[in-house]
């Protein structure tokens, strides 16, 4: 690990004022789950490390009767502890618990969950967003039993964020701030699926910090239902995230979110049209997660995530709708 300088900032003013105006000069530092091992790694090397978790104003999880807003220092198990977020929204709750470890869940950051960088074993080991080598990518064909089956093409890795999901399915927004302001965007357009080797997995600027999270009340029933290959430390091979209002013992709305088998969550909008007039029940559960896999496009050794993801959809429904799976 090379020499870099540190600053240590308590308000976020400070902090911004300590960023750069290009990727590879400055990185904040929160919980460190990742960043750490980037640069270990000597896939990130910078020249000044921005530790915020001093910043008091980063903390808490606050509830108004229209929102739930939580701070990018919040650690995924307050998230999953929180009361109001359990009782509120569910499918949040579940995905931070879902966090095997509970050292990653006791010092990892919301906003540190939704920054991390892909956990593609190709763009670790030095080979680029893009899995590219002497210009040519390397996941079509190789060992891509982990990548996407959707969205795939230039980039195959899949976002790597627990709490992805559930946010883009409750409609979320994120507020960056950098020294010139601040700004909003949904979490749906905060993960994009870079087209060059050049471009970020997300939409924030160098200069700008995650400060916090906005989600607005959302449906009745939620839940997000993972699927691992073990329980021990890893990520999952897919997830999904199911918030649903129910119109008596009829679905009035819904969305279908999947984890794990794209650049970026992935709506599915067609599983949330198969759910609209009709009882959450196993055969209804099976049905949208059937449409939730339309258009997949599995590689040579990922066809597996086909069935994983209908399984994961019928089970996060049957998970909001009854409370079990």
Not at 55 to 62: A, F, N
Not at 127 to 142: H, R, S, T, Y
Not at 203 to 228: C, F, K, N, Q, W
Not at 232 to 260: C, I, N
Request: proline share 6%.
């Amino acid at each position: 690990m090379q020499s870099f300088e540190y600053a240590n900032p308590t308000t976020v003013q400070e902090a911004t004022a300590q960023l750069g105006a290009s990727w590879g000069h400055t990185y904040v530092l929160a919980g460190g789950t990742d960043l750490i091992s980037l640069m270990k790694e000597h896939l990130e090397t910078p020249r000044r490390v921005v530790n915020i978790k001093n910043i008091k104003e980063l903390e808490g999880i606050s509830k108004t009767c229209t929102e739930l807003r939580i701070g990018a220092l919040v650690t995924m198990d307050e998230v999953a502890r929180n009361a109001e977020v359990r009782a509120g929204w569910k499918a949040i709750a579940d995905a931070a618990e879902g966090v095997p470890s509970p050292q990653i869940r006791h010092v990892g950051t919301a906003a540190g969950d939704l920054c991390q960088r892909p956990r593609c074993w190709y763009y670790r080991q030095g080979f680029g967003l893009l899995a590219m080598k002497d210009g040519q990518p390397l996941v079509p064909n190789g060992d891509n039993r982990y990548h996407a089956i959707f969205g795939g093409g230039p980039a195959y890795f899949v976002s790597a964020s627990s709490l992805g999901p559930a946010l883009v399915a409750y409609g979320a927004r994120v507020k960056l701030v950098s020294a010139k302001g601040a700004r909003e965007m949904p979490v749906s357009e905060f993960f994009v699926a870079p087209k060059h080797e050049t471009a970020r997995e997300v939409a924030m600027r160098p200069d700008e910090i995650l400060t916090e999270i906005i989600v607005p009340a959302g449906g009745t029933h939620s839940a997000t239902y993972e699927v691992r290959q073990k329980m021990a430390l890893d990520w999952p091979l897919v997830a999904a995230a199911v918030v649903v209002e129910m119109k008596g013992t009829a679905v009035g709305s819904a969305k279908v979110v999947l984890g794990h088998v794209a650049p970026t969550p992935w709506p599915a909008p067609l599983a949330a049209r198969a759910l609209i007039g009709k009882s959450i029940t196993t055969a209804s559960a099976e049905a949208a997660g059937k449409a939730a896999v339309e258009g997949a496009q599995p590689l040579s050794h990922n066809a597996y995530k086909v069935q994983l993801a209908k399984v994961a959809v019928k089970r996060a429904l049957l998970e909001a709708a009854h409370g079990k799976a």
